[in-house]
């Protein structure tokens, strides 16, 4: 057990999802004391067997000492922590509320008042990766709020992968997350246009992406869809449901600041045609495949293990 870990009691909010089920678990086998809530009970269940108490409401987490949030959107975050069982709803509540999911600024800012209101520090606090990232302890936070909060919280952001980035008071971190799953919309459609340029001139996927990932083009990110790319794997990490969901956010705050998107606002719409395409609650990386029915490439899976660039932690 780490004792780094155990000088708070922590809450989590979510813990049925891919995310908040594989974060959650990662605290309890590191030694902290959890006790999760889901909508769905039962996702959330077999995290009993590492240790993790199961609550049914936001509420029975008021005693905690740190609350995690982890939901899918703007509105589920609000209703969490302000609706009539939320976990602002009775006399105890935690002392910091932090909210690691990619919502709005204003459903943020609504939930961080609510919390001052009853004597809560908030945190926006959402991360880069999925539940294999979090497996792979590489998972990252930008956080924004009280610096003394983040402060100590820090260990337990830290626990759950390689660090967390703290960018300043307010909800800062709101922004600099939605530009980056821009960026994730973007990269991915512009990986799978050159994918399927040199795939239909005879370049095998795996050949091309091993150059791309050796060249200096080549990223965690790129190494990281590689495998998905090369056996068309659309086990999803994140869906083009959520994509579309971020591009929206993003798009919407560059209208506000007046900052022309172009490529973002093409790259959107392309994301969209895949969601009326019917693909939904597969991985976004299904870009591709869309991408390669739009240009009469016939796509199979050529079946070669190709490395990820993820190594679990050593023990």
């Not at 105890?92 to 909210?99: E, G, M, N, Q």
């Not at 800062?172 to 799953?181: A, E, G, P, Y």
């Not at 821009?182 to 040199?198: C, F, K, P």
Request: glycine fraction near 8%; charge should be neutral; hydrophobic fraction near 45%.
């Amino acid at each position: 057990m780490s004792n780094n870990l155990r000088g708070h009691t922590i809450g989590w909010i979510g813990a049925g999802g891919r995310m908040g089920f594989a974060m959650a678990q990662r605290l309890l086998k590191q030694g902290a004391d959890v006790a999760v809530w889901n909508r769905t009970r039962a996702k959330a269940e077999p995290l009993a067997k590492d240790g993790a108490k199961i609550v049914d409401s936001p509420a029975a987490l008021g005693n905690r000492d740190i609350v995690f949030v982890t939901v899918a959107a703007s509105h589920d975050l609000v209703e969490v922590a302000t609706g009539e069982r939320g976990i602002l709803s009775r006399n105890a509540v935690p002392k910091i509320l932090i909210d690691c999911s990619t919502v709005s600024e204003e459903s943020s800012a609504e939930v961080r008042a609510a919390c001052e209101k009853k004597g809560a520090q908030f945190l926006a606090a959402p991360v880069s990766g999925n539940a294999k990232v979090v497996k792979a302890a590489k998972l990252s936070f930008v956080v924004s709020g009280p610096r003394d909060a983040f402060d100590t919280a820090k260990p337990y952001l830290d626990a759950l992968g390689k660090g967390a980035a703290y960018v300043g008071e307010g909800e800062l971190s709101r922004i600099v997350k939605i530009c980056h799953n821009v960026l994730l919309g973007v990269v991915t459609q512009s990986l799978a246009e050159i994918t399927v340029l040199a795939e239909k001139r005879g370049v095998p996927r795996h050949a091309f992406l091993d150059f791309i990932n050796q060249s200096v083009m080549g990223s965690t990110f790129s190494r990281y869809k590689s495998p998905a790319f090369v056996n068309l794997d659309w086990t999803p990490t994140f869906t083009p449901v959520l994509l579309k969901k971020d591009m929206d956010l993003g798009l919407e705050a560059a209208r506000e600041l007046g900052v022309p998107m172009p490529v973002a606002a093409t790259t959107r719409e392309i994301v969209q045609a895949l969601v009326g395409n019917g693909y939904v609650d597969c991985d976004f990386a299904t870009l591709l495949e869309l991408e390669a029915r739009s240009s009469g490439l016939s796509m199979a899976p050529e079946n070669v293990k190709v490395d990820d660039g993820l190594s679990p932690p050593k023990a």
